[in-house]
């Protein structure tokens, strides 16, 4: 596998380590100090009756750690982690860091031919999922899979439905498929994590992250949030997508607070569960938000939880008002970041106006930029692409250098893809993706105006806007809606849209109706997946 480059130029990396962003501590010796503090403090529950201290799991994921040892697998070996919201998933992670081998971790929904294409990405020696497994029964999907796979020697599979069993049933198969040698370690200077992105268009990418630009994040968000050993998490949001693992597992083993998992989504049982433990913060995607604010509830909703950060995907402002209302308590507001890092977020006092008209600022020493077309600085207050550099930022995509070099400026900073601008202040405002413009006559149209308004609709449970083809205009504004009870005509949107004066040159011009939308295990909607359906369609 090619050497990843290193994290940031000296003079950056110096000022990152003398400010603190860079602890130069990996997250196993700081939980380590958590372990000894107070050994019987609970580390991690789940929806199954699963309980582990901070003893328990530290001794858990040492018997995990020397099975694999005994297979062969060891220190800067990648081992990909495929398993639903358990205790079992803290188990193998942290199993994984005692080792010293590197977690590849990736959403439990992740098809078999995905996993497969992911394994041999980042040469994988050692294989992780559920006994359940892309609806099998026992291990051999996982099996099949990793004979499959170049570099595998190990498949394990893990029993997490095992009830209140506080460890994982665990059972190690040697793949006698003749794997190759063992690969290269995929970076020089202390590859920690590797994560993959939520796949909107084509395969996964292998985010690349080490300990310090881990640590970033997290330290940031304590100290932003005042986040401690005594803030229970309640995370929901898959522990193999980004914001799970970093805002959930990491985060809980950073600052030493109890884990509180969700496997399957029922906002209703959310909501108990966060009063029964009492859960004080959380990081999930905008559809969970919306399902917590849909259901009926008598008294405050998440009366003790203290922050809520919605990301993933767009955040409409009136859902923003709409949590302000329903739950007074929780500081809610829009999170922007990618797997690849760079993290905003409005401040707790911020006025109501700034918390749902922006996506907030960046954690210190986030440095965000505006691009021109040219790649030049914008202007400010303009619209360009939207660039980042600091000390949370990734360092590369594992087996595939030649996609980071090509987003990577001279200078250092990771162009995103996401447009933006920047107002006096330094608060983000995202007003789309640059893939996501819609084409009209040669007129650039953002979707989020038109999706914002039509969310607000009654008979909308979800709304994507996309570009369809038109031979005279090149695309027609088309909305996608899953409707919430009877469907929705054009015609009445249309009236909807002029009664709240959105301009007509954003209204749409054809109307789709489905059962659901693909989604990413993030939340994500998948447009491409919308547009190459759409495409198909008669028009």
Not at 253 to 267: I, S
Not at 293 to 318: E, H, I, N, Q, S
Request: aromatic residues 6%.
């Amino acid at each position: 596998m090619t050497t990843l480059p290193e994290p940031a130029p000296h003079d950056r990396a110096d000022r990152y380590r003398r400010q603190g962003w860079w602890p130069g501590e990996a997250l196993v010796a700081r939980f380590r100090r958590q372990v000894e503090a107070d050994p019987e403090a609970i580390s991690v529950r789940d929806d199954r009756g699963a309980v582990l201290t901070r003893a328990g799991l530290w001794h858990a994921a040492g018997r995990f750690a020397g099975l694999l040892a005994s297979r062969g697998v060891g220190r800067g070996d990648v081992v990909v982690q495929c398993l639903p919201n358990a205790v079992a998933w803290q188990v193998i992670f942290l199993g994984c860091l005692r080792l010293g081998a590197v977690p590849a971790t990736i959403p439990v929904t992740t098809d078999p031919g995905t996993l497969r294409y992911v394994a041999d990405l980042v040469a994988a020696r050692a294989l992780v999922t559920d006994r359940t497994y892309s609806g099998g029964t026992d291990d051999g999907v996982a099996l099949r899979v990793a004979a499959e796979s170049a570099h595998v020697v190990t498949a394990v599979t893990v029993d997490a439905d095992a009830g209140s069993a506080p460890e994982p049933a665990m059972v190690l198969r040697d793949v006698a498929s003749g794997a190759g040698p063992p690969a290269s370690p995929p970076h020089a200077a202390g590859l920690a994590q590797l994560m993959f992105t939520s796949s909107t268009t084509g395969r996964p990418k292998a985010v690349a992250h080490t300990e310090d630009t881990l640590a970033a994040v997290n330290i940031g968000f304590a100290e932003r949030f005042g986040l401690t050993s005594a803030t229970p998490i309640f995370m929901a949001s898959p522990l193999g997508h980004s914001v799970g693992a970093w805002h959930g597992a990491r985060l809980s083993l950073f600052t030493g607070a109890e884990l509180v998992l969700q496997e399957r989504w029922d906002p209703e049982r959310a909501l108990r569960v966060i009063d029964r433990h009492g859960c004080a913060f959380t990081a999930a995607a905008t559809p969970f938000l919306k399902d917590l604010m849909d259901l009926p509830w008598k008294g405050p909703k998440m009366a003790g939880l203290r922050t809520f950060l919605c990301g993933g995907a767009p955040v409409p402002p009136a859902l923003l008002e709409e949590a302000a209302a329903q739950a007074p308590g929780t500081f809610v507001t829009v999170l922007w970041g990618m797997t690849e890092g760079g993290v905003t977020t409005c401040l707790p006092g911020d006025p109501p106006e700034r918390i749902t008209g922006t996506a907030g600022t960046g954690l210190p020493e986030l440095e965000l930029r505006i691009l021109d077309d040219t790649g030049a600085w914008a202007a400010p207050g303009a619209e360009g692409e939207l660039a980042m550099r600091g000390p949370g930022v990734f360092t590369g995509y594992a087996g595939q250098p030649e996609m980071y070099h090509e987003l990577i400026t001279e200078d250092g900073f990771f162009r995103t893809g996401d447009l933006a601008r920047l107002d006096g202040d330094g608060y983000l405002h995202l007003t789309g993706r640059l893939k996501d413009l819609i084409i009209r006559g040669g007129v650039n149209i953002s979707p989020i105006p038109l999706e914002n308004a039509l969310s607000e609709h009654p008979a909308v449970r979800a709304v994507a806007v996309i570009g369809t083809p038109d031979a005279r205009l090149g695309e027609r504004i088309c909305a996608v809606v899953e409707p919430a009870g009877e469907p929705p005509t054009l015609d009445a949107f249309l009236h909807w849209l002029d009664e709240r004066g959105v301009p007509r040159r954003l209204w749409p011009e054809r109307l789709r109706l489905v059962d659901g939308m693909p989604r990413t295990a993030a939340g994500k909607i998948r447009k491409a997946d919308l547009r190459e359906r759409m495409a198909k369609e008669p028009t």
